[in-house]
């Protein structure tokens, strides 16, 4: 995909954020409509908290040309320069160019590949690494290349540098870790460019690390979930993305809260790669604003 096809384009989804105060939207709403702009969705927010406005919005040329978006986004910024906005500019037409990286549990990568297939997800799934050869069957059946990078304690630094170059030649916007069952090292995260999604088998912040529907199991509860989240430093601790959760009790077997999990890991995951790949996430600190 080149650059300039990336820059010009007729759909556009705009994010931004700014510190809250009277006339934002109508100053944005303005210089839109002023530049031939049709506004198909509109979503905002103010977070009292942080004493931040959010926004997203949709739209596309009047006359069915296209938006230089460089240049859009330069006049954009300096008109609106009194409200100190931080801005993106996506051409909605463009897939978001994605790496996947999962281990022995393939629920949730099967289930993402299916929807790109259909074309049912807005993404371009360029690679899936894995630490084991399962999923390469099904991957190269889907034509995406497949990277086995096996990891020990020995292994494991460089490795991460092999990843890392899979996400980098692939020009990577998104890495999503679908059941990959590593810790990524602060060494890798730190030189990340690429947002990474995880899905966590818990509804987050409890039952951290390995076998939380055990956990769970063994302290008695009565719901189990899954969370997908950003991925950072702080293991299991990203802004929160996507959760859903399912009622269980006191005769549900850890397999069974397993195979129940399995389904909602599947779907919460889903879920937040769509909202994700559609521009529905803005971050406001530790949290997330998703409009939905």
């Given at each position: 995909m080149s650059r300039e096809f990336k820059m010009r384009a007729e759909k556009v989804i705009l994010q931004f954020s700014c510190p809250d105060k009277p006339g934002i939207l109508a100053a944005v709403t303005q210089f839109l409509s002023k530049n031939?702009?049709?506004?198909?969705?509109?979503?905002?927010?103010?977070a009292n908290d942080t004493n931040r406005f959010f926004n997203r919005i949709a739209f596309q040329k009047n006359d069915s040309k296209v938006f230089d978006l460089e240049d859009f986004e330069s006049r954009f910024l300096k008109d609106l320069k009194e409200f100190d906005i931080d801005c993106n500019f996506y051409n909605a037409e463009v897939p978001c160019r994605t790496v996947i990286a999962v281990s022995?549990?393939?629920?949730?990568?099967?289930?993402?590949?299916?929807?790109?297939?259909?074309?049912?997800?807005?993404?371009?799934?360029?690679?899936?690494v894995s630490n084991h050869d399962d999923a390469r069957s099904f991957s190269e059946w889907n034509k995406i290349p497949y990277h086995y990078l096996p990891v020990s304690a020995e292994t494991k630094k460089d490795q991460e540098k092999l990843f890392k170059d899979v996400i980098k030649d692939n020009n990577a916007e998104l890495v999503i870790?679908?059941?990959?069952?590593?810790?990524?090292?602060?060494?890798?995260l730190s030189g990340l460019t690429s947002d990474c999604i995880n899905i966590h088998h818990s509804f987050l912040p409890g039952f951290k690390g390995a076998k939380p529907y055990h956990?769970?199991?063994?302290?008695?509860?009565?719901i189990i979930g899954a969370t997908a989240h950003y991925v950072t430093d702080d293991l299991d601790e990203g802004p929160i993305i996507e959760q859903d959760i399912r009622r269980v009790d006191h005769s549900t077997s850890p397999e069974s809260m397993q195979q129940s999990g399995y389904d909602i890991e599947s779907s919460v995951l889903l879920r937040a790669v769509r909202l994700y790949s559609e521009r529905r996430i803005m971050l406001n600190g530790i949290k997330t604003v998703v409009f939905n």
């Open positions: 031939d702009a049709f506004m198909t969705e509109v979503s905002s927010f103010s022995k549990y393939s629920h949730c990568l099967n289930d993402i590949i299916h929807r790109w297939e259909i074309d049912a997800l807005p993404i371009d799934i360029k690679a899936i870790l679908a059941r990959y069952m590593q810790i990524l090292s602060p060494e890798f956990q769970a199991h063994e302290r008695g509860v009565k």
